[in-house]
């Protein structure tokens, strides 16, 4: 999509949102202006208008669905690759990062205006609603406008159910509304009508949208595959949510979500990137700057210099580091835990633990060995790893585990500021793969069929050992979570694959598993090989509870020491205080009081 498209579709949806205005009267339209009456008639002028929604989309603070990374300043905060750092993955202790840590530590309040990716995004749903006003009017096959039809109830659909997701009942609105319009003062629609209304729009974006639009994937608009990903996830989330919370309704939606995610997987074009390197293709493909063509990647966000570009790579290290959490839930090579694997050998020494785990440990955290490989921090010439506060500058983490996931040097050496271009994966593959595992295990039809499909292609890329239906281990770690051992592996599958994806925070709500956010984020044992190695440090200590032995504690003598989790409020998100000032009738989320 060019620059011009961009200009010319925002300048229409101007034109549509912000005048509309027209002689009744004389039925007379300007011959120099694109108004609303003389407008829709063409395929293009639909596919202009629904490039609108792309353009908005951009805006990951109001409208955080098609996640990318926001440009300039605001690619601190503003990326996919941020959203981690909600939940137990990683750990910022980065100023301009207190909104994560204190919704993470429990420790938010009631905001007086929307927060980041929060309460707010509604005109987007005001863009939409007018298009499908509209689309009709064009004088063209009715199978053709349906395209555009579900591309935008697609997008309507995909809002909403990321606005139920973090404050439950949503103000529901299906048609362009308007100064006089009752629904501006009415009550939220409860969750469960909503959501039916959301599955509807999803429903109808699968059967409509093209399995191709021709674009090659340069990225372009999404398709019915990547529609199909987006039912998918909305379903699981609501099934698993409704389960674990005793909402309502799960096993409907759990069956949506496996059966959406098992067409894609059996009759869509997508498979996993592999070229039989299980000690790269994990993270390849997550640290170039164009995507195009790659076979996993169903939606991609691409960034180009004098188009629109973004400095998130020079806002790498503001996630702070990977959890001891996180890295702790890498299994070993014999396909066991570290809990159970003799193979473990331990993380006395920074480099040990390491040694005979999966690879996408090693391709998503940075071994020493690696800095040259990766030109870490742009062959600044230190050793790494390096935590905060050591002398010498460079790169620096709270927890000593620095992330190269994501990482491209090459996108920031010689650029000048916010020129990066380093684009961002909104939907692949893998995590279809990941959901129909989940969804046939949580229903209890799960067969190794299944596995066979889903959680072991993800495990041959990395040449690691099959889940085996009959052999599956009960890692001491979630034996008191009150779920299957089955479940646990599936569920730390997709903590380790989808790592840094924007996932976990919602996966944790799901689940109700919001008390892991009240175990303190920890780091690298403090061992004497560490005291040795970090001399300088800031960063305080702790004993583990479980182990008994000293780790980095990454909050320690900061507000955010002693995490807290409230069941009662915290599974959703406080709304504004201004939001409810407008329109009272709206009411406080339960808790939140």
């Known amino acids: 999509m060019k620059k011009n498209l961009f200009n010319y579709s925002f300048a229409l949806a101007a034109t549509f949102l912000l005048s509309g205005c027209n002689d009744d009267l004389l039925e007379k339209y300007p011959l120099d202006q694109i108004t609303n009456e003389t407008f829709w008639n063409t395929e ?35 990326s996919i690759w941020q959203q981690d750092e909600l939940s137990d993955n990683m750990a910022p202790r980065e100023p301009r990062h207190v909104f ?22 509604w005109n987007f749903v005001r863009t939409v609603n007018v298009g499908m006003a509209n689309y009709n009017k064009a004088a063209i096959p009715q199978a053709t406008k349906d395209r555009y039809i579900g591309e935008a109830r697609l997008f309507r659909g995909w ?83 409704n389960k674990y919370h005793g909402a309502g309704e799960s096993k409907m939606w759990l069956e949506e979500a496996a059966k959406a995610a098992k ?64 890295v702790e839930d890498y299994l070993c090579t014999d396909g066991l835990p570290i809990s159970l694997s003799p193979l473990y050998k331990g993380d ?91 969804a046939q295990a949580e229903l209890g039809i799960i067969t190794q069929g299944d596995l066979d499909i889903s959680i072991n292609k993800l495990r041959d890329r990395v040449k690691m050992p099959p889940m085996v239906l009959s052999n599956i281990p009960v ?40 008390k892991k956010l ?3 984020a920890m780091g690298i044992r403090w061992s004497a090989d560490a005291q040795a190695r970090f001399k300088g440090t800031t960063m305080q200590t702790s004993t583990d509870p479980v182990s008994g032995k000293v780790y980095i504690d990454v909050y320690k003598g900061t507000d955010w020491a002693v995490p807290v989790f409230d069941e009662a409020k915290h599974y959703l998100w406080p709304i504004p205080l201004n939001s409810l000032a407008q329109n009272p009738a709206i009411k406080q989320n339960p808790g939140w009081e």
């Open 518 to 520: 009240e175990v303190p």
């Open 348 to 438: 006395e020494k920074f480099e040990d633990a390491f040694e005979n785990r999966d690879p996408r440990m090693r391709q998503t955290v940075l071994h020493p060995a690696d800095t040259k490989k990766y030109n870490y921090h742009l062959g600044d010439g230190r050793t790494y790893p390096r935590l905060l506060g050591v002398p010498g500058g460079g790169f620096q983490t709270t927890t000593g585990y620095h992330i190269i996931k994501h990482y491209n040097a090459d996108d920031m050496i010689g650029k000048a500021f916010n020129t990066s271009e380093s684009p961002a994966i909104t939907l692949r593959l893998a995590e279809a793969l990941l959901i129909y595992a989940e």
């Open 100 to 121: 994560f840590q204190e919704i993470r530590a429990g420790k938010h309040n009631i905001p007086s205006n929307p927060d980041w990716f929060g309460y707010q995004g």
């Open 44 to 78: 293009n002028d639909l596919a202009v208008y629904n490039t609108t929604l792309y353009n908005q989309v951009r805006n990951d603070e109001q409208i955080p669905i098609m996640m990318g990374h926001r440009d300039g300043f605001n690619s601190h905060f503003g």
């Open 263 to 326: 067409e894609l997987i059996e009759k869509g074009p997508y498979r996993l990137y592999n070229t039989g390197n299980p000690s790269s293709d994990y993270n390849a493909y997550h640290r170039i700057l164009d995507l195009t063509g790659n076979p996993e990647v169903i939606s991609w966000r691409k960034y180009k210099l004098g188009i629109i570009t973004n400095n998130v790579q020079g806002y790498f290290n503001y996630t702070g580091g990977a959890t001891k959490s996180f």
């Open 159 to 241: 809002f909403y159910a990321e606005k139920v997701a973090k404050y439950g009942d949503v103000p529901y609105v299906d048609r362009e509304l308007s100064v006089d319009s009752e629904e501006l003062y009415a009550a939220r629609m409860p969750r469960k009508e909503a959501m039916q209304k959301i599955l509807a729009d999803l429903n109808f974006a699968v059967e409509k949208l093209p399995a191709n639009w021709g674009d090659g994937n340069a990225p372009g608009r999404i398709n019915r595959w990547g529609a199909l990903l987006v039912k998918a996830r909305v379903c699981l989330y609501e099934g698993t949510f």
């Open 475 to 514: 890692d001491p770690r979630y034996t008191k979570d009150g779920i299957s051992p089955l479940i646990a592996e599936i569920r730390r599958e997709r903590r380790i694959e989808m790592f840094m994806e924007g996932l976990r925070y919602d996966d944790l709500k799901r689940w109700k598993q919001g």
